[in-house]
């Protein structure tokens, strides 16, 4: 047996400590301030969450072209802005943290830690609570929406995924994935009202423009629940798409639009009749969306393809898809529309 | 490189959305839809690294062999392990047994009021610098299975486990993965409470494991191989590993044996567990000289391993 050795793969050695070196050396001391100036200057930033790979794609909405991506924490799933509109929060579940952006540039503006991995995250309309859902520890954290303080933390197995509040901010409805149940907290209370069962893997939740009914995105099926909240009850299901999942109102107070994941489609729904208007397709696993304020273009993550796509409204065209980061999630630009 | 990027997206995406995803939704475990998604990539990341490795690594042991086998029949059995390790089988298994306990644990604590400080709490520069911080990752997840890797040969128990890894005589760039499934599990437990202490995510964790595992596959390597002087000092070489899996040498020895390290020679270095002075032992365990079965198959190396376990073999 030979010990000659291949001197030459000390070579190797040397390249990964070079390579460490210039890891380290690149390393920036301050995260933010990474805005693109283009499309800070257009004020048009489209922010996508990469919750794949810790990262934010900054999108200029004119040229549609990704125009940077920042690194922003681990697992970035939801995004929504602070009540005042000022500020764009990013919920990082794995960080246990929020970031907050400038939501007109994207740019980085402060970070809050110890918050317990929040995936989902809202206000509740009174802007007295900011509620974050748990999907991993199936917890939901009640904050004072003013000081981010903890005020109470529920077990709520299985799953806590996406959330609603009724219009006098008394109830959080919530869905719980993994027991296909949906719970409502009630806000003044700090206790839980009621657990009501859906239908397979419930995932996005949508209460009407007449505060009457919640909508339930059944992703393991093909439609969305309805559920009367005031008398506790399912009271029907409007068929979409297979994998149904999130929701997005139109701004009109009318319609809403509701993603079906497996079906790769998305439909609108009229909030009044509870009928579903159209379905149009959007390939790739459509998750999030974001409509523009003149109503024209839907944006939507299409998450299994790693791309955003555009959808023109009227022709329910495909306009663009552009590449981003792995598994994109929440999505946001500031001249949306009312979300109503 | 976008070209390939685009192509593996593109493979990824189709995989899981014309097969994997319809299955998911007829079968009624679209709850697993995200675990899956990154289970899909996981296995064509295995896919991807099994090619890598024989392609790079098996002309290596062809031109420069450490040692000259009259057949190869020993390492089919490793090929097996390999098979089920790499293309996710085993880690999806342990992911799925671990998880619920893992984050049933966590979330008792949540309640208790106690989050845990990730690496970029403590050095915030860190989020900015995905690179030094996964550098930052490996460097401590290194260091825990240098010491998990010492306390499997300090413990009789876990030896009893850990020596089917060292039992084979031939070893090759397929031996890194033949360890016994209950060795796998304990292994991920550790793994799980490193990235609870340290908020190791679990695209980072995959990253990390990838990178170990490919330089695990190279340091198991029938390769006479060394990196230098220098290079040996840095990062494991299959001549350092080597070493480890000598009779006699590197896991029977003063303080249960030497070159514990998986990554980085530091560790042996800094906890005066390092030989650098390389024999060209044969290796296996001495036992095995005076006839100590540890079985041939896969389902005999287990069974035995039970065995062992409970002392009646």
Known sequence: MST????????VGWACALWAAFGLASAQ??????????????GAVAVVLNSGEGTVSLIDKVTRKETARVPIGKEPHHLMTTPDGRELIVA???SNDLVFLDPVTGKVLRRLDRISNPYHIGFSPDRRWFVTASLRLSQTDIYDANTFKLV????????PSHMAFSADSSLVFITLQDSNEVVAIDLNKQEIAWKLRVGPTPAGIWMTADDRHLLVGIMGSDGADVIDWRKRAVVGRIKTGEGAHAFLGMGDGQRVLITNRVANTISVIDQTSLKVLETFPVPGGPDCMELTSDGRELWVTTRWNRTV??????TKKILSTIPVGRSPHGLFFANHAPRR | MDTLIQIYTATHGWLFESLVLPALYALGFMDFAELAFDATEIFILGVVQLVLIYVLLRPLEAWFPAEHWADRKSVRTDVLYTMLHRLGIVPIGIYALLTPVVDGAEAQLRLLGYIPYGLEELLPWLVASPIAAFLAYLVVLDFADYWRHRLQHRWGVWWAL?????????????????????????????????AFVIGLGPAEFVAAMLTIRFVESLSHANVR?????????LLVSPRFHRTHHGVGIGHEGARYGCNFATLFPFWDMLFGTANF??????????????????????LSQQWLGLKRLAGRA
């Open chain 1, 309 to 314: 796509t555009v959808v023109d409204m009227q």
């Open chain 1, 92 to 94: 990082n579940a794995v």
């Open chain 1, 152 to 159: 109470k933390r529920f077990r709520n197995p299985k799953a």
């Open chain 2, 225 to 233: 191989l060394s990196f230098g002087r220098i290079g040996d000092r």
């Open chain 2, 162 to 194: 850990h020596s089917l890894h060292h039992s084979q005589r031939q070893m090759s760039l397929w031996t890194d993965d033949r360890n016994h499934l209950l060795d796998d599990v304990i292994g991920g437990l550790w793994f799980s409470a490193v």
């Open chain 2, 277 to 298: 002075a390389y024999r060209g032992t044969a290796t296996g365990i001495s036992d095995q000289l005076q006839g100590r079965d540890y079985g041939e198959s896969f």
């Open chain 1, 4 to 11: 000659r050795s291949v001197s030459a793969w000390r070579w």
């Open chain 1, 29 to 42: 001391p301050q995260p933010g301030s990474q805005a693109p100036k283009s499309a800070a200057a257009a």
